[in-house]
């Protein structure tokens, strides 16, 4: 049952100002006041160290606990899901089973040492011209952490999404800044992380739920003087707004923003010819998965022209008119998809559908068709557009496509369609791709990232704030680690794992 209260120190704790969902018949939201958001940022200092020096154990089991509320009540957060972000039952059910893999794949992973990468340098006593002294490194949490619940994946990107159950794995305290398109789900979410702290006798703090709008909540959390770190999904100019406040605090700390990308696929031109309708039709299945609201959607596609690449434009062309209106995350991001698509229509060819449906909240796939002079030269074609839009851009020849890899911005993924009779024209691709992008991949499509230990999730600026960091696969827990070494200390001293 849903209450809409805001979870702080333990409590469920309503405010003055509500937030009405119009998905959820009128229900009230309590949007947490400044003196909540202090209370939430005291109460998660106060309980981290408690929380910290838990051993890994407990948290492995506290981690699978979570997993297993959040099954509990399963059928009442698709239920409220569905209402809320319009996508389907399926879709919510497979995000579900993610979140709790990924609860479990991290409860796993803390129960060996390695992700600790300790090191050990032995005393050298009788070194010259100085002895060496005894030196033991390993990782320690960082401190209380906020992580911003994204509003394309309500389970597994936001209250026990990928930040969260890393962060908690690395024994950091963790205050969820819900986001309002899912408010119901991020609480019924934030109830079984409750229920998990209770039965496995964690401190109260060590999770909250706070609910309100960015510029009051979210900038009150990442401005207090407690908070240690941030994991944000969303927008460039959120994302960068909050990244600034970060680093003008009076005590810095790490932003971990995943901003923005439109995930480049390089069809090169044997591959082109030898399967140019199964790759636009390919493509067409990837950019209109979940109305095209994923980070990872593939949103332009780059060839040599001819008669290989306009089979491959017919065979997207057609595989789109297929597709039915889907209905968008909330009324503001359908309303900047259907800005951005008359937008690309006023500059370019539309080829396919023309993104905007009848009923409200509800869109269609949009694509274009460009020349990569064109498009190199228009910054306007080269932001992301959040939904199923896609611009085909046609080159004169390899090297205008080498050029326009060159020219690339920061991305989370680039893709490569190719033969192997493509294996030069990759080969010199691939240090300029690998430059670009966080995540390379051959012959198949970016959407689906892999839970997995060895996925990268990120990618240079603006895809993220962070070119270190990853938001998915276990890597992530790095995020809420810092190194410590330990020089010379007697073991009684030493944290548990640093001991002989
Ligand atoms: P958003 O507007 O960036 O919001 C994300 C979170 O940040 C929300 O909790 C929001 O609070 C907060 N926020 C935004 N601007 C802020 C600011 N200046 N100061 C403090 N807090 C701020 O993203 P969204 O609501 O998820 O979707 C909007 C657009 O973001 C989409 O159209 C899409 O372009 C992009 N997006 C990208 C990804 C991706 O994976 N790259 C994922 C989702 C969305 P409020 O709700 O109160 O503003």
């Known amino acids: ?110 129960e060996d040492t390695k992700y600790l990468d300790m090191r050990h340098d032995v005393a050298l006593p009788d070194r010259q011209p100085l002895p060496r002294p005894d030196l033991r490194l390993t990782h320690r949490p960082i401190g209380p952490v906020v992580v911003f619940g994204a509003s394309n994946f309500p389970l597994a990107f936001s209250t026990a999404g ?19 398109a899912h408010a119901g789900t ?79 696929m390089f069809c090169l031109p044997n591959a082109v010819e030898s399967r140019g309708v199964e790759i636009g039709t390919g493509w067409a ?14 949103g332009i596609a780059v060839m040599v022209k001819g008669a290989a690449a306009d089979a491959l434009e017919t065979a997207t062309v057609t595989a789109l008119q297929e597709v039915a209106p889907q209905k968008m995350l909330t009324d503001g991001i359908h309303a900047a998809y259907t800005s951005a698509v008359q937008s690309f229509a006023d500059l370019i060819e539309e080829i396919g559908g023309c993104g905007v449906a009848d009923a ?3 869109a269609l796939p949009a694509l274009f068709k460009v020349t990569a002079r064109e498009w190199m ?6 932001h992301e557009v959040f939904g199923a839009s896609g611009i085909l851009i046609l080159c004169n020849g390899v090297a205008e496509m080498q050029a326009l890899a060159e020219g690339l911005e920061g991305q989370l993924t680039c893709t490569l369609q190719m033969d192997e009779a493509d294996t030069s024209l990759a080969q010199a691709l691939m240090p300029v791709l690998e430059e670009k992008s966080g995540r390379l991949l051959a012959n198949s499509f970016p959407t689906g990232v892999e839970v997995a230990s060895a996925m990268m999730h990120g990618g240079p600026y603006p895809a993220s704030t962070d070119v270190r960091s990853t938001s998915v696969g276990t890597l992530a ?10 020089q010379g200390l007697p073991e009684t001293l030493l944290p548990e794992e640093l001991k002989q």
């Open 360 to 362: 409200p909240r509800y």
């Open 1 to 110: 049952m849903i209450y809409g209260k805001n979870l702080i120190d333990g409590a469920w704790m309503g405010s003055d100002e509500v937030l009405v969902s119009a998905d959820l018949d009128g229900q009230e939201f309590a949007q947490a006041d400044a003196g909540q958001v202090e209370a939430a940022g005291l109460a998660a200092r106060r309980d981290f160290r408690a929380y910290a020096g838990t051993t890994r154990a407990a948290r492995a089991t506290f981690l699978r606990k979570i997993a297993d509320e959040i099954d509990v009540l399963g059928d009442e957060i698709t239920a409220t899901a569905m209402k809320e972000t319009g996508l389907p039952e399926a879709r919510l059910i497979g995000e579900r089973g993610r979140t709790t893999g990924q609860l479990k794949m991290f409860a796993e992973l803390i």
């Open 186 to 264: 991020a609480e019924l979410v934030g109830q079984a992380i409750a229920n998990a702290i209770e039965a496995c006798d964690m401190p109260r703090a060590t999770f909250q739920l706070v609910q309100g709008s960015g510029q009051s909540v979210g900038k009150g959390l990442v401005q207090h003087p407690e908070i240690r770190a941030v994991g944000f999904t969303g927008s460039f100019g959120g994302g960068r707004a909050l990244f600034d406040l970060c680093h003008q605090r009076d005590l810095p700390i790490p932003f971990y923003g995943e901003l923005g990308s439109i995930n480049p």
């Open 285 to 298: 299945g990837s950019l209109v998965l979940g109305a095209g609201q994923f980070c990872t959607n593939p």
């Open 477 to 486: 827990i790095s995020r809420w680690l810092r190194p410590v070494s330990y």
């Open 377 to 382: 030269a228009n910054p306007q074609l080269q």
């Open 162 to 180: 990928g930040d969260t159950a890393s962060a908690l794995a690395a024994g950091c305290t963790v205050i969820v800044k819900g986001h309002g």
